[in-house]
């Protein structure tokens, strides 16, 4: 029984330390490329058939860039998605990437420049 636990204990160890130690090129593959990449595009420009179509911001402009300066904003913002009148524009990822993937690529995001 005491091997079990101490199995387990290691297993979450790990497991949390990989998530702890996610670099940019994992976010990308894991969270950007299958959550984000779709609307707003490999450059996060939003130019994107599904992005024109949806209105997706510009991330890498002044105006986003402007009103996402704070990771805190952008945490909230990947966690919960965003809604306008009524209708969902981005769905929520809180139930789909790790805490430690969503501030990961709150990170990302704010890394994003004007090219």
């Not at 990308?28 to 990449?37: D, F, P």
Request: with cysteine; charged share 35%.
């Amino acid at each position: 029984m005491k091997s079990v636990i101490l199995a387990l204990s290691f297993m979450l160890a790990i497991s949390t330390f990989a998530e702890d130690t996610l670099n940019k090129e994992e976010v990308y593959k894991v969270s950007w490329g299958k959550y984000c990449a779709f609307c707003h595009g490999k450059d996060g420009k939003g130019t994107t058939t599904i992005g024109r179509k949806m209105r997706a911001k510009d991330l890498t402009s002044a105006e986003v860039r402007e009103k996402y300066q704070d990771e805190a904003k952008l945490i909230k913002l990947i966690s919960d998605g965003y809604t306008k009148n009524g209708r969902k524009i981005m769905r929520p990822l809180k139930d789909k990437l790790s805490e430690a993937e969503i501030k990961a690529l709150a990170k990302q995001l704010l890394s994003l420049k004007k090219k």
